[in-house]
């Protein structure tokens, strides 16, 4: 598997059709054996997420490989696996955002779309802004616990960098 990581935001506009051209930015980060595949599903807090191919089977692989005897395993599963929708880029690099999801998500035309680490997310502008407001208020006290567990994790393995 590639190791990739996404990188930036981007305000787009969806068309009539519901197609959406992916921009330069975004298409030039997709990994090669992506190809033209690329899966969209619902994400969480009301967005939509756009992985790359393989990425989505391998976080399929992931999800599935918990035991479904467990009542919460379950739903995660149907979540994830039930609102799936394969999706090909045309000659003309759009995709097609099948109309229930856009429906779910709260997307008419315009769209944010916001790198999130091996996947992409796709919001309305109004719930991007929510979101991201959210965001704000817990981003240093968050930030400030994440690197101080990761500062002494590296302290226990020896890694004084």
């Not at 035309?109 to 802004?129: A, C, H, L, N, T």
Request: contains cysteine.
């Amino acid at each position: 598997m590639e190791d990739i990581v996404f990188i930036g935001d981007y305000e787009c506009k969806l068309d009539e059709k519901n197609r959406l051209i992916l921009p330069a930015g975004l298409r030039k980060q997709l990994p090669p054996s992506a190809g033209d595949k690329l899966v969209i599903n619902r994400g969480f807090d009301g967005c939509l997420t756009l992985y790359p191919y393989p990425e989505y089977i391998s976080e399929y692989k992931r999800i599935m490989a918990n035991s479904e005897y467990d009542a919460d395993n379950r739903l995660v599963q149907r979540r994830f696996a039930g609102g799936a929708v394969e999706i090909t880029l045309d000659a003309s690099s759009r995709i097609v955002i099948p109309k229930r999801l856009t429906e779910e998500a709260g997307i008419s035309r315009d769209i944010v779309i916001q790198s999130q680490g091996r996947k992409f997310e796709i919001w309305s502008p109004e719930k991007y802004e929510e979101i991201q407001a959210k965001a704000d208020e817990v981003y240093g006290m968050m930030a400030a616990k994440m690197m101080a567990k990761n500062s002494s994790a590296n302290q226990k393995e020896g890694n004084n960098d």
